[in-house]
């Protein structure tokens, strides 16, 4: 019951602090968010499921009461966490808390309805990482984009109608997408499936019970549901050519947004390739496997050299998600162990530091109002504490050792270079390697320019030390990144019990 | 313990009854005190006349009254009246309605004349509604289709000193008049085939219609024609716009709701009790196609025509004419042998969610009014600074009617689209489908304009009505507990719908 204590408490949090007043809604949200903190550790502490939730593996906290039948259908209330899931709840659950945080200095009206709106998506995001009944897990997923939109489109900056539109627009359509290539597949597997479970509809087509459906052979429902699926959740990850809803969204939307939206929306996408394409259809995965790892490459390359020509610090950090978010679809497409267990691990430290990126990129616009690369230097000078961790963060980034980009990057390289699933994997894997010195390049220009030197601002703020409030958020998330850095079995060791399962199939693969 | 073993038969249509006694009894309050204005009693008797019989039709659905588990269903007068699992299940959404509508008039009638007589017509139109439901014979059909018509003309042109109320009544009542007399003479055209108005006789003898196929199929085709008018489709949709936009708000609320639902109700049962696809499709009279097209007609032209409006009202208008276009597949996704049963359960649990969130829209207009904002998408900037609670009840009827996910009007929808696909009709559901994500576009316009831009001038909002505050906050409560009680709501209408096709 702890899931839907966890859940239910922050559904409750953000109604009372919708309700509160602006003066306390900051403080009250922060407080109540420290529940689910609590909670998401407890579950940690206590996590014991083997194996992978979906291929018949022992699930931590487990429920699954039935909720409404449909046509022959039921829907059930299932969850339950395993070795991916659990990972990226503690994710959520910290982001949410540090982001609210953070939020105190630059959020400065309608407050109770901000923190309401963040508690909200938090619990919808638990719900969506938690969720192992089709229909439950696509309720939560689609509940997350309404505050997501308000949160743009309201406190956003001059760009935010366009944005948050554009956000809610991009990944509605390719929901939709998702929805009917899922569903399809529902109904192609006839009478082998009697529910919406995710683990029965996992099992029903890994053993090949696909049917045809309207005259179309199985495979090419198999083929056809599995990219209306990928591209459904290519748009949320996002890669190349998808990705252009991300900057705009970022660049309008506050920073306390911008980390969730890099930090755990983003993640929204690929664990649901992990878990509905690359888990249920390993084979059409396998066929598509060049494709994919094109697009990754493209994407970690593409990215970057975007990354490389904005002049926006926050610009500069939203493209290098698209980058980074293509190490993980490397690493899913790699299917060994190290790969798709890197990739997992990956979502989980981009989440930290890209977190990290973008908080210390609002604290610094909260100080200046501007995040222009040309219209600072030598902010070293006047906010000593923000840059050394910006600095740190930009070596995670980069994946200097010991940190936990290291770790995640490490594990998909190893992997995917190891992969025998994927015709010139090692050749793949190489060119996207590159990308990391393309990302070296723009962080040490931007911080080069911006923090170092003489100091010089062309605004009329005075600039000091961050707020106390400002930088405890920054320093926990470092210190996050540092200990799964040296220590990434934390999680790694879960992680990879989860993902060991789904790498044998067809008894092809070792 | 079946109740009716215990009850007389007649009790079966107690909840029809409460609404119609309700109506009596604000005539007497009002005659003993003709002048009042304090419309606190009267609002009350109206609102406890009708969920009094919200809670007795629901008592009775839950226990199983006229239902397949517990005798079928209960016949009275010769089979003219029947109750049972859909006439109960209808008359909940009616009542429902009507007890949202009551709430809300209470602010809005403040300061106006012959309340009593408002609260009254509205009372009687439910009864008529209600006894729609329960029709078992085309002339019971008729007449409460007309006791249910009548006081709605009136209540449209209730705002006798507004050009628009008055202009929407005369239109309403114009447009009705022609379609009762298509449908009475589709009724006497039937009446001439089979020799009978009992629906079931109706269907017993349809299939020897021999050489009188031809006048057979017209009296259907007109038949439909008169249920088109009361549900707003295509073709007969023109009164619809006007009148929701000229009535007073809440009336708008009852028509677009619980009226449209009437005529479902009614067309379900006499589409699927008296003319059997098994026996009259042969015959070459394809009424499950006719209402296909009328379906996909009439969903594409309110979406289109809803997108492109500049006033929030007439955009609900039109948006009520796509929804009844979604209805519809409640009988055009009907065939022989095939799942009839869960499609027509499936329109009927969308029409009770849609009872809830479409009502809740217009009352939610209703308070705009009342506060005297305008009416247009500008006019409706900023509107969530001054009154967040409201507004966000708004945005979740808003983005429930555009079937989004957190809320009742997605699973209604994925209901009615999936019990489509079953049926075989992927293509009825596909365009449901497109037209669905294509109404995203204007809901989302008003909470867009609602949150996001800003406010355009000040608000001058005043005392927030109570009344409909209420309503708006009940209906928005139920848009979102109509999710996870969806189940319970389904089979209900789904077992009620089978035993039509039993």
């Known amino acids: 019951m702890i899931i839907e204590a966890l859940i239910a408490v922050t559904f409750i949090a953000a109604f009372v602090v919708m309700l509160a007043p602006d003066e306390v809604a900051g403080r009250l949200a922060a407080a109540l968010s420290l529940l689910p903190v609590v909670g998401s550790l407890y579950m940690w502490s206590r996590f014991d499921a083997t194996g992978n939730a979906l291929m018949g593996g022992d699930i931590a906290f487990e429920t699954m009461v039935p909720w409404l039948e449909l046509g022959g259908y039921t829907l059930n209330w299932h969850v339950g966490v395993d070795g991916i899931g659990l990972p990226l709840v503690v994710l959520t659950t910290l982001l949410s808390t540090l982001a609210i945080v953070s939020a105190w200095t630059p959020i400065d009206e309608r407050q109770s309805q901000f923190y309401g709106l963040m508690l909200f998506m938090e619990a919808n995001l638990l719900g969506v990482f938690t969720a192992l009944d089709f229909f439950v897990w696509f309720v939560f997923w689609e509940a997350v984009l309404l505050p997501m939109y308000f949160l743009i489109g309201v406190w956003g900056g001059p760009r935010r109608k366009y944005a948050a539109i554009k956000f809610f627009v991009y990944t509605n359509i390719a929901s939709l997408a998702m929805f009917i290539g899922f569903i399809a597949l529902v109904f192609g597997l006839g009478d082998s499936v009697s529910s919406l479970d995710m683990p029965a509809i996992a099992a029903a087509l890994r053993a090949g019970e696909l049917g045809s459906l309207y005259g179309i052979p199985a495979a090419t429902l198999q083929s056809v549901a599995f990219i209306a699926m990928f591209l459904g959740f290519a748009v949320k990850v996002p890669i190349v050519p998808f990705h252009t809803w991300l900057p705009d969204a970022h660049v309008e939307a506050p920073s306390p947004v911008s980390v969730m939206l890099a930090g755990v929306l983003l993640k929204m996408g690929t664990y649901a390739l992990l878990r509905f394409n690359f888990t249920m259809m390993p084979e059409t995965a396998t066929a598509f496997a060049v494709p994919i790892a094109l697009i990754a490459v493209i994407s970690v390359i593409y990215g970057a050299m975007l990354a490389l020509a904005q002049q926006d610090l926050k610009r500069i950090v939203a493209y290098s998600s698209v980058s980074s978010m293509g190490y993980v679809i490397l690493g899913l497409v790699a299917y060994t162990t190290y790969g798709v267990g890197g990739a997992t691990f990956q979502m989980i430290a981009h989440g930290l530091i890209s977190g990290l990126m973008f908080m210390a990129v609002g604290v610094i616009y909260n100080a200046t109002h501007t995040r222009m690369v040309g219209d600072m230097s030598g902010m070293a000078d006047r906010m000593p504490v923000t840059t050394g961790i910006l600095v740190a963060g930009a070596f995670g980034y980069m994946g200097l050792p010991l940190m936990a980009g290291f770790a995640g990057e490490f594990f998909i390289f190893k992997g995917a270079f190891a992969s025998t699933v994927t015709a010139g994997m090692p050749l793949y894997t190489a060119a996207a390697m590159f990308g990391i010195v393309i990302v070296a390049g723009y962080l040490l220009f931007a911080m080069q320019r911006t923090l170092f030197g003489a100091f010089r601002l062309e605004t009329d703020y005075e600039v000091g030390p961050a707020a106390l409030h400002e930088t405890v958020p920054l320093a926990v998330l470092l210190v996050t990144i540092i200990v799964l850095g040296v220590a990434p079995d934390l999680f790694f060791g879960m992680i990879q019990d989860a993902v060991n399962p789904l790498l044998d199939f067809g008894g092809e693969l070792s | ?502």
Not at chain 2, 365 to 372: L, T
Not at chain 2, 394 to 423: D, H, N, R
Not at chain 2, 438 to 464: C, H, N, Q
Request: contains cysteine; charged residues 10%.
């Open chain 2, 1 to 502: 313990m079946p109740i009716q073993t215990q009850l007389p038969t007649w009790t079966a249509v107690t909840p029809t009854l409460l609404l119609a006694l309700t109506a009596l009894v604000l005539f007497l309050v009002d005659s003993i005190d003709p002048d009042s204005t304090r419309p606190t009693a009267l609002a009350g008797i109206s609102a406890l006349g009708s969920v009094s019989a919200l809670v007795v039709a629901g008592w009775f659905l839950l226990a199983g009254t006229g239902q397949t588990g517990s005798g079928g269903a209960i016949e009275l007068y010769g089979g003219s009246i029947v109750v049972d699992g859909m006439s109960l299940f209808f008359t909940v959404i009616f009542a429902s309605v009507a007890a949202m509508v009551s709430l809300a008039s209470y602010d809005y009638l403040r300061d106006r004349t012959y309340q009593a007589e408002f609260y009254s017509l509205v009372m009687l139109a439910a009864t008529g509604m209600s006894l729609m439901a329960s029709s078992g014979s085309l002339v019971t059909v008729f007449v409460s289709l007309e006791l249910a018509s009548l006081p709605s003309y009136a209540l449209v042109a209730f705002l006798k000193k507004n050009r628009g109320s008055v202009e929407a009544g005369l239109k309403y009542f114009l447009v009705g008049a022609v379609s009762s007399a298509v449908f009475a003479f589709g009724i006497s055209l039937i009446y001439a085939v089979t020799g009978s108005l009992l629906l079931s006789e109706v269907a017993a003898a349809i299939g020897d219609a021999g050489d009188l196929v031809g006048v057979a199929g017209i009296g259907i085709v007109m038949i439909a024609g008169g249920f088109a008018f009361k549900t707003a489709s295509v073709p007969f949709h023109f009164w619809a716009p006007e009148a929701y936009e000229g009535a007073p708000a809440p009336i708008s609320a009852f028509l677009s709701s619980a009226s449209k639902a009437a005529g479902f109700a009614v067309a379900f049962r006499v589409f699927a009790v008296a003319f059997p696809i098994d026996a009259v499709v042969p015959m070459g009279v394809d009424w499950p196609l006719l209402f296909a097209v009328l379906a996909v007609v009439t969903m594409t032209l309110g979406n289109f025509a809803a997108a492109t409006q500049e006033n929030v009202k007439r955009m609900l208008a039109y948006s009520s004419v796509g929804h009844a276009g979604y209805a519809l597949i409640g009988l055009a996704a009907l065939s022989g042998g095939g799942p009839n049963g869960s499609v027509m359960g499936a329109s009927m649990a969308h029409l009770l969610v849609y009872g809830f969130m479409n009502t809740g829209a217009f009352l939610f207009i209703a308070m705009v009014e009342h506060w005297g904002v305008g009416r247009t998408f500008e006019d409706y900037n900023g509107l969530a600074t001054q009154a967040p609670v409201a507004c966000l009840a708004m945005t979740v009827f808003m983005f429930s009617l555009a079937g989004l996910p957190p809320f009742g009007g997605f699973l209604s929808k994925y209901a009615l689209f999936y019990g489509a696909i079953q049926g075989g009709f992927w293509w009825l559901a596909a365009v449901g489908a497109i037209n669905s994500a294509l109404s995203l576009f204007y809901y989302s316009r008003v909470v867009k304009a609602m949150w996001i831009e800003d406010p355009s001038g000040t608000f001058d909002l005043g005392a927030t009505p109570l009344g409909i505050y209420v309503a708006v906050l009940v209906a928005a409560v139920g848009t979102l507990v109509l999710l996870p009680a969806f189940g319970p709501v389904v089979e209900t209408a789904q077992s009620a719908a089978t035993a039509l096709f039993a």
